[in-house]
């Protein structure tokens, strides 16, 4: 019998001040390719999965306020990790969005921003760069996060 040694990984996740990566995913709405460009935009990338418990309580917030803030230059991406589309439909159905919805199946876009927990929302200022990390979520973070975005959003 071989017996094998796992080694732990360094994972090094995307923190505020660092450059966002920019990733292409297909888009659950329209089969289309998403390519997550930053550049002009205050943007919310948010990765979730359909078995998350936090992940259906952050989804009424982030419509919200996709809704009340989609004309002041502002960009709401939810990434899902669920490695079964209709996990991922089922969900939705559930809790409606009216914002983009992007697949990850592989898990590249993820990595590359070094996702530790579910959800992971990380936002980025209109030149590309992460200025906030949220693991996790709770109501109780509806206020601040709301306030961070709008501080971006009134920045040039």
């Known amino acids: 019998m071989v017996v094998g040694l796992l080694l732990p990984q360094l994972v090094l996740a995307v923190g ?3 450059p966002a990566p920019n990733c292409k995913l297909k888009s659950l709405q329209q089969d289309a390719l998403v390519d997550l460009n930053y550049q002009g935009k205050v943007t919310y990338v948010d990765f979730w999965a359909s078995w998350c418990g936090p992940c ?41 969005v009216s914002f983009s919805i992007v697949a990850d199946i592989d898990g590249q876009c993820a990595g590359a921003f070094g996702v530790q927990a579910m959800p992971s929302s990380y936002l980025i200022d209109r030149h590309g760069k992460v200025r906030h990390v949220q693991l996790g979520f709770h109501d109780s973070e509806r206020d601040e996060i709301r306030q ?6 009134a920045e040039p």
Not at 67 to 80: D, E, I, K, P, R
Not at 148 to 153: D, E, M, P, S, T
């Open 56 to 96: 259906a309580q952050s989804m009424p917030f982030m419509n919200e306020m996709s809704q009340q803030l989609a004309g002041q230059g502002f960009n709401l991406v939810a990434v899902n990790m669920d490695e079964n589309r209709q996990d991922a439909e089922a969900f939705l159905s559930k809790h409606p």
């Open 148 to 153: 961070k975005v709008r501080a971006l959003l």
């Open 16 to 18: 505020a001040d660092d």
